[in-house]
T-cell receptor, first 115, second 118 residues
């Protein structure tokens, strides 16, 4: 089956530093990648959608300069949280969909703690 | 805009019993997909079942089945013979069908936390 590998699974960083989260599709070409944020006991909130080779489309209220998304290849997308602050602490999940596919494959998530 | 509503924040079921989780949605589209995802404490999103709107037959996956009522825009999940491992957060989700270009995003409901008791 389709697999998306997300790393790291958890990360602790100091306030003001940047953190990069990677999502790789291992056995299919991820033409579209979705990045979500999830607060405890809440639903997934879509942050942005990226298509391979194109600029990401951000949801309203999401700072594109803080959350940099790169989708340079059909198997790799990255989310970089720049100048992280404690309020950026959250659970981040990626989801990939291949062209012509009707299902979405999720990464295992990254728990980010900014101290 | 499409919306997905899960009106049951929490549900509880005894082991081996049956439970039904509710989901309603709002859309003006005629072709779309509906999903139920399970999120256990590990927080990995696991696809439980999916339904194509153009199919009249309700989807079934082992102990999991749906009651898809297109006219009523209702998509409930029935879990039969509940097991302790079924305890999780369950999310209903919707997406439109696109055959070319950009994939449509998933719209999630707020989730239902299912407890399974002995």
């Amino acid at each position: 089956g389709a697999v998306v590998s997300q790393h790291p699974s958890w990360v602790i960083c100091k306030s003001g530093t940047s953190v990069k989260i990677e999502c790789r599709s291992l056995d299919f070409q991820a033409t579209t990648m979705f990045w979500y944020r999830q607060f405890p006991k809440q639903s997934l909130m879509l942050m942005a959608t990226s298509n391979e080779g194109s600029k990401a489309t951000y949801e309203q209220g999401v700072e594109k300069d803080k959350f940099l998304i790169n989708h340079a290849s059909l198997t790799l997308s990255t989310l970089t949280v720049t100048s992280a602050h404690p309020e950026d602490s959250s659970f981040y999940i990626c989801s990939a969909r291949g062209q012509g596919r009707s299902f979405y494959t999720f990464g295992s998530g990254t728990r980010l703690t900014v101290v | 805009a499409q919306t997905v509503t899960q009106s049951q924040p929490e549900m509880s079921v005894q082991e081996a019993e049956t439970v039904t989780l509710s989901c309603t949605y709002d859309t003006s589209e005629s072709d779309y997909y509906l999903f139920w995802y399970k999120q256990p404490p590990s927080r990995q999103m696991i696809l439980v079942i999916r339904q194509e709107a153009y199919k009249q037959q309700n989807a079934t996956e082992n102990r999991f089945s749906v009651n898809f009522q297109k006219a009523a825009k209702s998509f409930s999940l029935k879990i039969s013979d509940s097991q302790l491992g079924d305890a999780a957060m369950y999310f209903c989700a919707y997406t439109t069908l696109q055959y070319t270009g950009t994939a449509s995003k998933l719209t999630f409901g707020t989730g239902t936390r299912l407890q399974v008791t002995l």
